[in-house]
């Protein structure tokens, strides 16, 4: 439930003229993307007779629009097909009636050691500031509400002494089970090699097991009730609840505190999805074979195509890529960053373009269900205290109910503000499926009436509740991958296919990025991630290299690539 201070990096140098702090480069694959793009060299060049060439984005996300970039840099066209609208799942939703008030349905917290995130949030002038996370200094105050009992507190020692129990207990586990002290030392200090031999004997162990698993069996819970496992899955850890992961793999879960994703934690002003939109449009420093103030969107005509119908191999070396209108296209490069479900449910792909080892990961994903709604009120009107009580009318709230968790989000005392009433995971999500956005928000403020029962919250709402399903987008299908237990195997193979020398040249040519191929879904630090080692991999397709002085991963792969279990 705590949060923990970010470390400052320390070990390798940093680049001339950069900032070096905590850094998510592992723990599969612990290469340093933050200064592989931070390096004078750059991340590549592609001969001179490729410049121009087409390659074909699908999917106009934080991955897609990152490797649109990039390749656009190197020279190459960027092609971009979009079913929805840019952004992705960094969706900012805006309401009506008002300028600049939005709600966040997608990615909405972004961890300081997501650096390569950062480093195009940076590149486009974004504005952060902290994220309104429980027992917090951006949420100053916290409700819990579990089984009927209400807490208020400021910070964990305002709760009552069992929720520091079951805080301690996590600590200890994490510790115990997973020596996470040096997992963080070797991550802070950037040592691949220390980071490998630590991990590569968790995979095995861990693969097969689950969250609760790991949970229950720990010698800190182990000596504590069950309630205190309750207690842990309701309200969990950094930001809430999280027995909705607990049939998911640990290794997900390591992952997440390993890399510190729950740590010093951003919410974006101006809303996520600006990012992805300026950067389409930002202009492409330093790139070639474009004319000055080039950009992403002006190569692509200011507008990406539509949806993708199919994809199949035209000749030895082009991609054919029809749309949902018929037009056809051929490309020497593609990249899908689409979820993966999509391949076999919404777009027609050629069978051999995939071996069937791979075929068989990308319909093996387990995707999460989430839901939230959202509504404007008139002002932040949580700030007034009441003076009998000395406490706000409205906290952030955790609650075994059905709101689950309720964030608060100031945009100034003169504007409107947004509350999001309920941010809920799987059964919960799942419980609200049928249900419009209005009947979900007049359920969530039932649900807070019960718990601030002296608040009136409708009296300051204004306009229509904005709300979300992922799984009932059929762009989507889901919100992101959650790796069952013996998903190891099958995250390894979608993850390593950017490197496709030793593929079929059939099979070659054909790219995945995103989140879900990640090592860590539901994290934009993840889709960037991949949307790099894609630039890497056609960059090489094109006959391209990075230069000796800033090997990029493709060219660090027998050197860091993930452990490869038997199969």
């Known amino acids: 439930m705590t949060e923990t201070e970010p470390r400052t990096g320390k070990g390798i140098e940093a680049p001339a003229g950069t900032t070096r702090g905590y850094s998510a480069i592992g723990p599969d694959f612990p290469f340093d993307y933050e200064s592989w793009l931070a390096h004078p060299a750059g991340l590549g060049t592609v001969p001179h007779d490729a410049h121009g060439e087409p390659v074909a984005i699908i999917g106009a996300g934080v991955a897609g629009v990152v490797a649109a970039y990039e390749l656009a840099r190197m020279g190459l066209r960027p092609v971009l097909y979009e079913a929805g609208r840019i952004g992705g799942r960094l969706r900012s939703e805006p309401f009506g009636g008002a300028d600049g008030v939005f709600a966040e349905l997608g990615g909405m917290r972004f961890p300081r050691s997501g650096r390569a995130f950062f480093h195009y949030a940076e590149l486009v002038d974004t504005e952060t500031r902290p994220f309104p996370n429980p027992l917090t200094p951006a949420a100053p105050t916290t409700v819990v509400d579990l089984e009927g009992v209400t807490s208020f507190a400021r910070t964990l020692d305002d709760l009552p002494v069992i929720f520091t129990e079951v805080a301690q207990a996590w600590d200890a586990a994490l510790h115990e089970h997973a020596d996470l002290a040096a997992m963080q030392r070797a991550m802070s200090d950037r040592d691949p ?18 969250f609760y698993d790991f949970v229950a069996t720990s010698d800190a819970f182990s000596r504590l009730s069950f309630h205190h496992r309750e207690i842990f899955g309701q309200v969990g850890f950094g ?64 507008a990406t195509r539509p949806a993708v119908a199919s994809i199949s191999r035209s000749g030895s070396d082009s991609l054919r890529i029809v749309d949902v209108h018929g037009v056809e296209a051929e490309y020497g490069a593609v990249l899908s960053t689409v979820q993966s479900w999509l391949l076999t449910t919404r777009i027609d792909v050629e069978e051999r373009l995939f071996g069937q ?28 205290i009441d003076p009998a009580t000395g406490r706000p009318p409205l906290s952030m709230t ?24 309920s941010y809920a995971w799987m059964g919960d999500a799942m419980k609200v499926l049928p249900l419009t956005a209005q009947e979900r928000a007049n ?17 300051h709402v204004m306009g229509d509740p904005i709300t979300v399903s992922w799984e009932a987008d059929p762009n989507f299908q889901g919100a992101f991958k959650g790796a069952l237990p013996g998903h190891y195997r099958y995250n390894r193979r979608m993850y390593s296919h950017f490197v496709q020398r030793d593929l079929p040249p059939y099979e070659r040519g054909l790219f995945l990025a995103g989140d879900e191929v990640s090592w860590t879904p539901g994290w934009a630090e993840g889709a960037v991630q991949t949307g790099l080692n894609a630039v890497w991999g056609i960059m090489t397709h094109f006959g391209g290299s990075c230069s000796d002085a800033n090997p990029g991963p493709g060219d660090r792969w027998d050197d860091l690539a993930p452990l490869r279990l038997p199969e």
């Open 193 to 210: 090699d220390a980071i490998a031999a630590l991990w590569h004997e968790l995979v095995p162990v861990w693969d097969d097991r689950t």
């Open 239 to 302: 930001t809430g609840g999280w027995d909705s992961d607990f049939p998911n793999t640990m290794l997900e879960i390591l992952r997440v505190v390993m890399n510190r994703f729950e740590d010093d934690q951003q919410m974006i002003v101006g809303g996520a999805e600006h990012i992805v939109r300026r950067l389409w449009q930002a202009p492409l420093a330093a790139g070639v074979n474009w004319p000055d103030g080039a950009s992403v969107a002006s190569i692509g005509g200011g």
């Open 357 to 384: 080892k791979l075929w068989m990961a990308l319909d093996r994903t387990r995707y999460m269900q989430s839901s939230k709604t959202f509504v404007m009120v008139d002002r932040p009107f949580w700030n007034d």
């Open 398 to 421: 955790l609650t075994d109910r059905n709101t689950r968790g309720t964030y608060l989000f100031d945009n100034g005392p003169d504007r409107p503000a947004v509350v999001a009433l």
């Open 443 to 459: 359920l969530a403020l039932d649900t807070l009436a019960k718990i601030y029962p002296n608040t009136d919250i409708r009296s």
